[in-house]
């Protein structure tokens, strides 16, 4: 922490936060695991993906909770990586539905669409 006292007669506070390493790491590795999850919960074929997507949502939620961040109080790197990954889902989802069904992508209820 710095303060110094401007010419003004105002003072300047400065100081830097850091987080220990081991949670950098692991609020990492957790993202890259959701980002996993994202494509894999998108793109494969499942009879159950309202509940899936529910989980991968509240699941992410979560996870913030677990550093103990809050994301109105300071925004970190992690809470904008949860925050585009829910946005990254919701947009795979949306292609997969609106995709031309001559893509070949698996649709609602399981089924692969044939060509």
Do not use: N
């Not at 509940?51 to 109080?73: K, N, P, R, Y």
């Amino acid at each position: 922490m710095k303060v110094s006292r401007q010419a003004d007669g105002s003072f300047r506070v400065s100081f830097e936060l850091r987080r220990d390493v081991f949670i950098s790491v692991t609020a990492s590795a957790l993202l890259l695991a959701a980002m996993v999850f994202c494509l894999a919960i998108a793109f494969v074929e499942t009879k159950a993906l309202p509940t899936a997507v529910a989980s991968f949502f509240f699941s992410l939620w979560s996870i913030g909770g677990v550093f103990g961040l809050e994301a109105q109080s300071f925004p970190t790197l992690f809470d904008v990586g949860i925050l585009v990954l829910c946005l990254f889902i919701l947009f795979l989802l949306v292609i997969r539905f609106t995709w031309p069904s001559s893509a070949g992508l698996p649709r609602s209820g399981g089924t692969k669409v044939a060509k």
